[in-house]
């Protein structure tokens, strides 16, 4: 449905910290928080919002408050890396988790775990930070669909062109919020220029 680029200072200096190869575990997942923080702010812009009467200490006037059911996905394990971000802004948000690994010969994805809420009426937030080939992203909006979803956003930190391109072509209800959309993949598919590998400088597990 639509593409967001999130283009702001704020952003732009964890995206590079990300980046960056002297980033140790710690300050990567302090960073992969704030960018998150920057891309959930920017997807919440579709929420469905009611009007509410409040009182400041000086008089009455009008608010608003989210309206609608919100479920947070993340693709896992580098999914994880984004959902405290969710959490801190919105609380009330119910998580599902998706498994999808990549098949090293085949290169297609296979589901390893699935827990998914009811999703009816929802907005699902898909958290899937580095959407390389598409393929992982795809299946699992697809998994998502499957089983009810149908207001979904997916965000992720870094893409590249043709994981954008496959996504939109064969979901293209879906909405994809992104930092940045990097040049290419590599033999390996990974993003060029990225930030490496995700779930490795996460966890700690290079
Ligand atoms: N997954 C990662 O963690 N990094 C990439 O560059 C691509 C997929």
Redesign the pocket.
Known sequence: MSLTVVDNPITNHYLTILRSNQSNAETFRSAARRVSLSLVHEAAKGLVEETVEVETPLEGTTGTKIAQGIVAVPVLR?GLGMIDAVLALLPDVSVGYVGVARDEITIKPEEYYVKLPDMAGKKVLVLE?????GG?LSYAIQMIKNRGGADITAICV?A?PVGVDRVQREHPDVDLVIASIDRD??DH????P????????LFGTV
């Open positions: 580098s930070p580095m959407l390389a080939t992982s870094i590249a993949l590599n598919y990974y993003i060029r990225g930030l490496g590998d995700m779930g490795d400088r």
